[in-house]
């Protein structure tokens, strides 16, 4: 079974979202480079899964890599969602046909061709990788209870365990739910809101 690894959404290195979340009391990781893609990222990491901010550091780079997320980065001018799911898990056979591997993060992921048809959907991905195991320790943030999408398409989800995805059409948005927390603003494309369980 599929579960939830991430979300991910792109964001511009200047802007605010950084502040903003340390203000809300939110903790950012220090974040990595990605290699070949040309992006940088930084995790809000929550109980069990974590949010991916992504920006493009190398424009040459991210325009020569398969994932073209300088579109997506670009969203405004390239129509392209801004937005991510990541899945964790072993991929079904029967929806291997929906996907074309990609391996230049040096494990395996396999890709929704969405993003080459329908890049105005979120991009869908699944991290071949083992399910997370539960490590006992105090959680750095809520937990994820459910994620709202607004955009002019849903993602085409396959069927996973964890919070729920809802998507409603309208502007390219995007809210995290969780249930402990401080509720933030991080963007005009991003929100994340609190809410007892």
Do not use: K
Not at 76 to 92: E, H, K, Q, W, Y
Not at 118 to 140: E, M, W
Not at 157 to 162: Q, S
């Amino acid at each position: 079974m599929l579960e939830l690894d991430h979300v991910l959404c792109m964001v511009g290195p200047e802007d605010t979202w950084a502040p903003r979340l340390t203000a809300a009391g939110w903790e950012l990781d220090p974040g990595t480079a990605h290699p070949g893609q040309g992006t940088r990222n930084r995790r809000l990491l929550l109980a069990g899964h974590y949010l991916e901010l992504a920006w493009v550091e190398d424009r040459a780079e991210a325009r020569d890599n398969p994932l073209r997320l300088d579109r997506r980065a670009d969203w405004a001018t390239t129509g392209a969602s801004p937005f991510g799911i990541g899945l964790r898990g072993r991929l079904p056979p029967e929806q291997e046909p929906a996907f074309r591997p990609y391996a230049d993060l040096g494990f395996p992921i396999w890709v929704h061709r969405d993003d080459e048809r329908h890049p105005a959907r979120p991009l869908v991905f699944v991290l071949d990788l083992p399910p997370r195991r539960p490590t006992g320790s105090a959680s750095p943030a809520g937990a994820l209870q459910c994620v709202h999408h607004a955009g002019p398409a849903a993602a085409d989800v396959p069927c996973y365990a964890g919070p729920r995805l809802v998507h409603r059409p309208g502007r390219h948005r995007l809210e995290l739910v969780v249930d402990a927390g401080r509720p933030v603003e991080v963007s005009d494309l991003l929100a994340i809101r609190v809410t007892d369980v």
